[in-house]
């Protein structure tokens, strides 16, 4: 059972990425997908959350209106598109799964990735 994200990088402010968090061992459509990330110091905090079954999606005041999150089934994977990056979304950002919804807080989440470093600085 693995969680892998990918697609983080350095990137100048205004710029866009593409996280992607595949699955392997298990299927991810029937798990709420959410988003976190964790700067140097600070805690790690939700960004978005997409839900199993009706697709509800949900995002941190901080990045409505510039991310995105999705999700394919066929390749059991979710992606986070994030346009108009910001310095402040300098973080590592990880995925992870939780039961039945999203929940804001991180103790629901049970499995996690090892995070990718989203790096934004001119």
């Known amino acids: 059972v693995q969680l892998v994200e990918s697609g983080g990088g350095l990137v100048q402010p205004g710029g866009s990425l593409r996280l992607s968090c595949a699955a392997s061992g298990f299927t991810l459509d029937n798990l709420a997908i959410g988003w976190f990330r964790q700067a140097p110091g600070k805690e790690r905090d939700g960004v978005s959350c997409i839900s199993p079954n009706d697709g509800s999606t949900y995002y941190a005041d901080s990045v409505k209106g510039r991310f995105t999150i999705s999700r394919d089934n066929a390749k059991n994977t979710v992606y986070l598109q994030m346009n108009g990056l910001k310095p402040e979304d300098t973080a590592v950002y990880y995925c992870?799964?939780?039961?039945?919804?999203?929940?804001?807080?991180?103790?629901?989440?049970?499995?996690w990735g090892q995070g990718t470093q989203v790096t934004v600085s001119s």
């Open positions: 992870a799964t939780a039961r039945f919804r999203c929940w804001i807080t991180t103790a629901p989440y049970d499995y």
